[in-house]
Every structure is written in C-alpha cells, then in structure tokens.
C-alpha cells in the first residue's frame, strides 16, 4: 500500500463525505429524506442518474467482460444505452406525473389495494439485493487490488460506508455524491480511452488489427459466439438488458427529484448523451486491457474480469492513475449502493410500513426514521448475500437485476399508464408471475448450476439452459397481467383511467371541472 494511493483514496472518499455531511443539514423531512425535496435540476438530475448508471456493472463488470470475450461483452453496453430510450419515451414523464417518493406510488395513483403497493414493495426489495450484490462484489475485488485486503473485510467497509451516506444524508447527499462520482468516472475513462489510442497512434482500423492476435479467442474475439453461442441466450439477455432500465427501482426514484415531468424528460435526455460516450468508451478500456494487460493477468487477479479497468489504468499511467481509478470505482459503488439501500429501504419504510401497515397514518419523523431503521436490514442482508459471491462477474448480476425488473415491473407499469381495461388482479399476477418465474429460472440455470467446479454455486447439469431468463420470464409478466385483468372483474377501489390518464399526460393532481 503506497502513500499515493492512501492520498489519493482518503482524498475521494472524503470529498464524499463531506457531500454527506452538507447533505445531512438539509434533510429534515420524508421528502428531503426519498427525494431531494425535488429541487434538483434536469442537468443535475441527468448526471446523478448517469452516476448510477455508471455502476460497478458499466465500469468495472463491461471493461472485464469485453477484455475476456470480446464482442460479446460490448451487447452490455449496446442493450442499456438502448434502454433508455424505452425510459424517455414511455415511462419517464408519466411516472413523475403520477408518483411521488417510489414506483409503488405511481401504480397506487391508479390501484388503492394495498396487496398490490406490497408486491410493487417486494418487487423492489428483490431487485435491489441482486444489484447491490454486483455491487459489493466489484467493491471487494477493488479493495483487494487497491489495498491487498481480504475480500471479506473490504465488503465490510463498503457496507459500512454506504449505510453512512444514507442514514445521514439521504437522497440529497447520494445525488451530489453521483454527480460529483460521474465527473470523476467520466475523466478517469476518457483519460485511459486516450492512452490506449496514443498505444495505438490513434488508428482505429490498426487498433483492430492488432485484437485479432492479441486473445486466445483470436480471431472469434472481434464476432459474436465467444460466450453466447445460443442465439436465443443472446436474445434472451438483450431483452432483458433493453426493458429492465423502466422496472430498477432506484433508476425510477430518480424522477421524483425533479420539480416537473418536464424536467424528468430532459434529465433523460442529459443522462443518454453521458451515458452513451461512456459506453462508446468501454471498447477502448477492454480492447486495452486485453492487449496490454494481458488475458491471464487478469484472470489471475480476478477470475470474472473485474479488476480490467484498474489494471489497464496501472499499466498505461503508473501507480497514480491506477489509484485514481480505483478510488473513483470505489465511490462509484458507494454512491450506487447508497441508492439503491435507498430505494430499498422507501420500500420498507414508505410503502410497507407506512402505507401498509399504518395505512398512511404517520408522521415525516416516523417515515425517516422506520427508513434508516429499514437501511440497516438492506445493508445487513446483502453485505451477508456478497460475501459468498465473490467469484461472480458483476455485470452478469447486475443483468439478473433488470431481468427481474423486467419481468415483474416494467409489463405493471405499462399497462397502468397505457392500458384502459387493466385491473388490481392483473397488476398482482404480473408482478408475482414476473417475479417468481425469473428467480425459480435462475435458480436452475448455469449460474447456479454448473458442471464446471467453482463456475456457480453447485456443481452440476443445469435444468434451465440459458444464463438470462428474460425470454421466458418478461413475456410471462405481460401475459399474467393480460390473464389476470381478463378473467376478473374491476375492483371498486380502482380511480377511473380517464383520471390517470389526465394525471400522466398533464401533472395535474386534480381534474378541473
């Protein structure tokens, strides 16, 4: 452990949290607390949303997974720019229209039945601890590089930190922590970007050249097969990567921060523009890891091709560019994990209990603190979930996330802005049949099931063949909630679709007569 990696750690680490601290003066009340009190701006908004996009997946998972495998690694970047697309055109506006702290609000702007606010709140919960395990996975491995710390202890302290920011400084501390993150990630990659083309004299065409011979892959490393040799597997995670960015919980959040549909449209737009380069940029970061790390370098230091990017970093900048790097990964996954404890514990705290149980009857001082008290559970149980996954590859769990996202929010959400006949009945078998069917899927998959000892969590034939269950899982959710509104009849406690409709397209909370 070097003095200039210490400098550079402590420095980051404390810019953030003195982000929090500032952030804790202004939180005093249940809005502050899950939305900023919406006083961010669509460019602020934009780049806290880029930030938590930009995850360990997108960072650390993509730039391993296209230095192992090539092209096939890049279909990560290609499906969640794609996605956004599908959140700026059909969801964004009418979910700030008709929500207020999380998506279970906008799908009760339309239902009143609590069992339905319950599975939106479980939904959510499981989505989180599947993306906060990818989290704290690629935190880990960051830690061991940086700092030679046991894996354990690393995840510990990220654990630790992450509860911090949200305990003390909510959403108003996680947004600026994402701003500032998205900045710093945004420069360390279009620096590395930059040193990996002088390697290559700025010649794209030469710069391909050279990948052909640079893997094992040869060749097969510039095409599609290298991992996805099913055609259907690949469509089945595409579909999953396209659709789950409407159905992530802690991405929805994110439209509640804004004033005004308005502003939520044009943060998406900010988002896309920053999001897109990024992801342009990943093919520079694996395309250098593979050829000047080298393939077996970075297996040996992490199986799943996690640390790539920091490595490639330390081979083309020297020890002051790696520690960077890795400093900013490392409140990459902080103020991503802060996020998503967040949206985690609203789920708890807002809907659950306050909704629920208390049916709306409490006050801002119990809703904040049943959340913080509800931000420790989500810490706790995915600190324990990651300490067992360490040989995974962060991009893979964040794709099992919106697979689930996918399947059990995204048909739920759709048809409650966009479909006239859609009931209580339909909204709860879409959302449970989305749900169960990804995780029963995924259980018997060769991510958990593999015949190859120490690939997945038991050695065996996989029932399920593909990686990604989305093929199976997505089209399940939409025909449950087609099913399930067909064969029942409208509850009494349903608003009139004329009414949500107006909500969506306007923002008005009221009709006018």
């Known amino acids: ?293 080298g393939v077996d370098a970075i297996v040996a230091e992490n199986a799943a091709g996690n640390m790539a990017a920091p490595m490639l970093a330390g081979v083309l900048g020297g020890e002051a560019l790696e520690s960077f790097v890795a400093a900013v990964a490392f409140a990459t996954i902080l103020a991503v994990v802060a996020g998503l404890v967040l949206s985690g514990a609203s789920a708890i705290a807002h809907d659950l209990y306050g909704e629920i149980i208390k049916k709306g009857k409490v006050t801002e001082k119990q809703q904040v603190n049943a959340a913080r008290i509800a931000s420790l559970g989500v810490s706790f149980i995915s600190i324990l979930l990651a300490l067992g996954a360490e040989k995974m590859n962060v991009a893979f769990l964040v794709s099992l996330a919106f697979c689930i996202a996918a399947s059990a929010n995204v048909p739920t959400i759709l048809f409650t802005i966009y479909w006239k006949r859609f009931n209580t009945t339909g909204a709860i078998a879409s959302m449970l049949t989305g749900l169960f069917t990804a995780l029963i899927l995924v259980a018997m998959s060769p991510n958990v099931i593999n015949p190859v000892e120490g690939a997945a969590f038991f050695v065996g034939n996989p029932i399920f063949p593909f990686e990604n269950p989305a093929i199976i899982s997505v089209p399940a959710g939409f025909l449950a909630a087609i099913i399930g509104t067909l064969v029942s009849s409208k509850a009494k406690d349903e608003i009139s679709y004329e009414e949500v409709k107006f909500k969506a397209e306007t923002g008005y909370k009221e009709l006018e007569n």
Do not use: C
């Open 1 to 293: 452990m070097s003095s200039i990696s210490i400098i550079i750690f402590i420095g980051v680490i404390g810019l953030t949290l003195g982000i929090t601290y500032w952030a804790a003066k202004q939180t005093t009340t249940a809005s502050d607390f899950y939305t900023a009190g919406s006083s961010l701006t669509g460019w602020q908004n934009g780049m806290a949303i880029a930030g938590d996009y930009l995850s360990a997946a997108s960072f650390l998972g993509i730039a391993g997974a296209i230095s192992l495998n090539g092209f096939d690694g890049f279909y990560y970047s290609v499906g969640w720019l794609t996605a956004y697309l599908v959140v700026l055109f059909l969801v964004a506006e009418p979910l700030r229209n008709l929500g207020k702290f999380t998506m279970a609000d906008m799908i009760g702007a339309r239902f009143h039945a609590r069992k339905v606010r319950g599975a939106a709140a479980l939904n959510t919960i499981t989505i989180v601890l599947f993306y906060m395990l990818a989290q704290l996975v690629g935190a880990g491995a960051l830690i061991k590089l940086l700092f030679g710390l046991e894996y354990w202890l690393s995840v510990l302290l990220v654990g630790f930190m992450m509860t911090v920011y949200v305990l003390f400084g909510g959403m108003t501390a996680t947004s600026w922590v994402q701003i500032v993150k998205a900045v710093l990630l945004m420069a360390g990659t279009i620096i590395i970007s930059f040193l990996v083309l002088l390697k290559f004299n700025f010649n794209f065409v030469g710069m391909f050249d050279a990948m052909r011979n640079a893997t094992p892959h040869g060749e097969a490393f510039l095409h599609s097969g290298v991992v996805y040799k099913d055609p259907i597997g690949l469509i089945s995670v595409l579909i999953a990567l396209v659709l789950g960015t409407a159905g992530l919980p802690h991405i929805l959040m994110r439209f509640f921060t804004v004033k005004d549909a308005k502003t939520a449209r044009s943060s998406v737009i900010y988002a896309v523009w920053i999001i897109g380069l990024f992801y342009i940029l990943t093919i520079f970061l694996g395309f250098g890891a593979a050829k000047f790390v």
